[in-house]
C-alpha cells in the first residue's frame, strides 16, 4: 500500500514536471483515484507499443482503473487542469499505428485484469421473455472472447463479430467491428442498445438511439474522440451450436465476386435460405493455401495453387458458414446444397468441415498461439484495410492483386462485399458512396531478416507496396475509405470523412473541448499544444 502511494505521487510528480499539471500530488490523491497509477516498467513499456510495432510512444503513466468514476475523475483532471494533458483510453492495444498510445499523458488500461474489475464482468439480462430482446451489459474493456463465454454460459450470443475475439469492446466500437456476419447483422456498431460514456469534459453519460442520441451515434466508429466507453449493452440470440465451414476456389475474378454479391443480397431472406457468414481471400502465393488466419486445409493434404489452373497465377477463395443446431441438423445438408448449386466455383475445389461456434468463432486465436511458439506474432504488422466501393472492385484486382503485389503477399488477403444499409449513416464511420462495397485487407507481417536475398518481406518493402496501392487507387480514381484509418494531417482527415468532416468536427468540439482524447489518432491537436508541440 505505501509502494503503492510512493509510486502514485511519483507519477505525479513526472505529470506536473512534464506536463505543467497544475494539480499538487495531494490534491490528484484527493481525486479519490481508487484505480492505480503506474509507472511500473512493464507497463509503461506495453502501453508504449501497439500489435503494429511500428510506432512508439511512452505515456508519462499509466492508469488502471476501477470504475467508470475512477475515469470520471481522471479525464475530469486532465480537463480541468490549466495546463492539461491528454488521456488515451487503451483495449487490447491492437492497434496498426498507435491509435491508442500517448506521449503526453496518460494511458488508461481498459482491460480488467485489476481484481477489482472482477465485479464488472459481463452481465447478461434474462428479464426479457423474448429471447430476440435479450442482451448482456459489459465494461468496455472487456475482450470480446469473454464476452462470448459469459453469455455461452445462458445459451446466448451477440450476433455480429471480429475474426479475431481477443480485442476490447470499447476498441472494436470505436472502429466499426466487422466480419463474415456483418452483411447480414451489419457492423457491430450496428448491434449496441445502449453506451456508458465519459465525455472528454469528465461527464459520465448514457447515451442510446433514444437518450444522448448525438454522442452514441458520434462515439460509434468515432474513434475514440468523443468519449471513453465504459459500458456497452449488446443484444444477444440464442447461440448456434455448430457450424458448417465450407470454402471453394475460383479462377475468375468476375464469377468471384458476383457469387460473393449474390450470396450478401440473400440478407433478408430466412436463416434456411442463406449462408450466416460470408468472406472470401486472395491466394497469390505460388504455394500452401493455407495462412495463419485460419488452418483449414489438411496439412496431409495440401492444395497448391498450381493444380487449379489460376487466371493470371491468382486464385479466390470464397468462405462461408452455416449455423446449426439439434432441431436443424436434419435440413443443414439440403440448406447447404441448394446454395451452393447456384454458384460458379471450381467444381472439384469444395472443402467442408464441420465445427463447435465456439471454435468457429475464435478459429484466429489457435492460429496465433502456432505463430507466437515460432516468434512470429510480435513483429512489424503493417497493415492495410480498405473500403473498396463494388463498381471499382474488378479494376482493383487488375491493378492490385494482378499487378502491384507480384506473387507474395507476407500474409493473408480478406476480400468481402457488405451491403451499406446495415450501416448506420449517423455514425462517425464512413464507408464509400455505394449500396455494396468491399473490405480489401492487407494482413501482412515483416520479417526483421532477409532470408536468400528476397526482401519481399521487410518492412520497407511492405510499406512501400501499401503506399503503391493507395497511389494506383487515387490515380484511377477509385473512391476508397481506409477502415482502422491512419492519416498524419488534419487535411487528410478531412479528405477521409468528406461530407462528414463539419459533424465531426463540431461533435469533437462539444464532447471533448480541449482534444484530449485519443490524440494517437492524430486527427486533432491538444488545445494546449503550445506547449506540448507534438503529439
Ligand atoms: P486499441 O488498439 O486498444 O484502441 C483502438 C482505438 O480505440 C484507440 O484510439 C483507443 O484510444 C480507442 N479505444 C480503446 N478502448 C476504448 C474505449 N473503451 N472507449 C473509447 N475509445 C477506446 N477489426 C475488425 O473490424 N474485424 C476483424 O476481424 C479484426 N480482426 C483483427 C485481428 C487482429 C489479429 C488484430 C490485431 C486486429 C483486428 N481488427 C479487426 C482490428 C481491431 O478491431 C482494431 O484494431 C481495434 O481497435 C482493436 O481493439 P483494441 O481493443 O485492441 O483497441
Redesign the pocket.
Known amino acids: 500500500m505505501a509502494t503503492n502511494k510512493l509510486l502514485l505521487t511519483f507519477a505525479i510528480c513526472r505529470l506536473i514536471v512534464t506536463v505543467g499539471l497544475t494539480l499538487r500530488p495531494t490534491e490528484l490523491l484527493r481525486l479519490g483515484l481508487d484505480g492505480q497509477l503506474s509507472l511500473d516498467p512493464t507497463d509503461m513499456e506495453t502501453a508504449s507499443l501497439?500489435?503494429?510495432m511500428m510506432s512508439r510512444a511512452e505515456p508519462l503513466a499509466v492508469f488502471h482503473p476501477t470504475s467508470a468514476e475512477d475515469v470520471v475523475r481522471l479525464v475530469g483532471a486532465a480537463y480541468g487542469s490549466v495546463n492539461g494533458f491528454t488521456v488515451?483510453?487503451?483495449?487490447?492495444?491492437?492497434?496498426?499505428n498507435g491509435?491508442?498510445?500517448t506521449s503526453h499523458g496518460v494511458v488508461?488500461e481498459?482491460?480488467r485484469s485489476v481484481k477489482k474489475l472482477a465485479q464488472l464482468s459481463p452481465l447478461v439480462s434474462m428479464e426479457q421473455e423474448e429471447q430476440e430482446q435479450r442482451y448482456v451489459d459489459v465494461w468496455?474493456?472487456e475482450?470480446w472472447i469473454d464476452v462470448l463465454r459469459a453469455t455461452l454460459e445462458y445459451g446466448l450470443a451477440p450476433k455480429s463479430?471480429?475474426?479475431?475475439l481477443?480485442?476490447?469492446?470499447?476498441?472494436?466500437?470505436?472502429?466499426?467491428?466487422?466480419?463474415g456476419q456483418a452483411f447480414n447483422h451489419g457492423?457491430?456498431i450496428s448491434n449496441v442498445y445502449e453506451l456508458d460514456?465519459?465525455t472528454g469534459k469528465g461527464e459520465l453519460m448514457t447515451c442510446s438511439e433514444e437518450q444522448n442520441s448525438e454522442l452514441f451515434h458520434a462515439?460509434l466508429g468515432?474513434?475514440?474522440?468523443?468519449?471513453?466507453?465504459?459500458r456497452a449493452r449488446i443484444p444477444l440470440e440464442p447461440a448456434p451450436q455448430r457450424v458448417r465451414w465450407i470454402r471453394a476456389l475460383y479462377s475468375n475474378f468476375t464469377a468471384f465476386t458476383k457469387d460473393q454479391e449474390f450470396l450478401i443480397s440473400l440478407h433478408g431472406h430466412p436463416n434456411s435460405q442463406k449462408f450466416d457468414y460470408i468472406e472470401g481471400f486472395v491466394i497469390v502465393d505460388d504455394g500452401l493455401i493455407n495462412n495463419w488466419r485460419s488452418s483449414f486445409f489438411s496439412p496431409r493434404n495440401p492444395v497448391k495453387i498450381t493444380s487449379f489452373n489460376a487466371n493470371g497465377g491468382v486464385l479466390y477463395c470464397l468462405e462461408v458458414t452455416k449455423n446449426y443446431d439439434e432441431s436443424s441438423a436434419n435440413s443443414i445438408d439440403q440448406e447447404i446444397e441448394a446454395l451452393l448449386e447456384k454458384l460458379d466455383f471450381i467444381p472439384t475445389s469444395v472443402f467442408t468441415t464441420d465445427l463447435p461456434y465456439v471454435d468457429f468463432l475464435d478459429r484466429?486465436h489457435k492460429n496465433?498461439l502456432k505463430l507466437r511458439s515460432k516468434g512470429l506474432w510480435d513483429v512489424p504488422?503493417p497493415?492495410l484495410?480498405l473500403f473498396v466501393p463494388k463498381s471499382r472492385i474488378s479494376d482493383f484486382d487488375k491493378g492490385v492483386f494482378k499487378g502491384i503485389l507480384g506473387n507474395k503477399t507476407s500474409g493473408p488477403i480478406?476480400i468481402y462485399p457488405m451491403n451499406k444499409d446495415k450501416w448506420d449513416h449517423r455514425s462517425s464511420v464512413v464507408t464509400p458512396d455505394e449500396q455494396m462495397f468491399y473490405?480489401v485487407?492487407f494482413?501482412r507481417s515483416a520479417l526483421d531478416t532477409v532470408i536468400g536475398g528476397d526482401e519481399s518481406q521487410s518492412l520497407e518493402y511492405l510499406t512501400n507496396q501499401n503506399r503503391q496501392i493507395l497511389r494506383f487507387c487515387d490515380d484511377a480514381g477509385i473512391k476508397l475509405k481506409q477502415?482502422?484509418p491512419h492519416y498524419t494531417t488534419q487535411e487528410e482527415w478531412m479528405d477521409h470523412f468528406g461530407d462528414k468532416w463539419a459533424q465531426f468536427y463540431q461533435r469533437k468540439m462539444e464532447f471533448d473541448p480541449r482534444r484530449i482524447?485519443?490524440t494517437?489518432?492524430r486527427i486533432f491537436k491538444p488545445s494546449f499544444s503550445t506547449k506540448v508541440a507534438s503529439w
Open positions: 501497439d500489435f503494429g488515451s483510453a487503451k483495449g487490447h492495444g491492437h492497434s496498426i491509435q491508442a498510445q488508461i481498459m482491460s468496455g474493456g475482450l463479430w471480429t475474426d479475431y481477443y480485442l476490447s469492446v470499447g476498441g472494436t466500437l470505436s472502429n466499426a467491428g466487422i466480419s457492423p457491430q460514456v465519459v462515439v468515432g474513434l475514440g474522440q468523443f468519449g471513453i466507453i465504459t484466429v496465433e504488422h497493415w484495410n480478406l473490405l485487407a494482413l477502415y482502422l482524447l485519443a494517437g489518432q
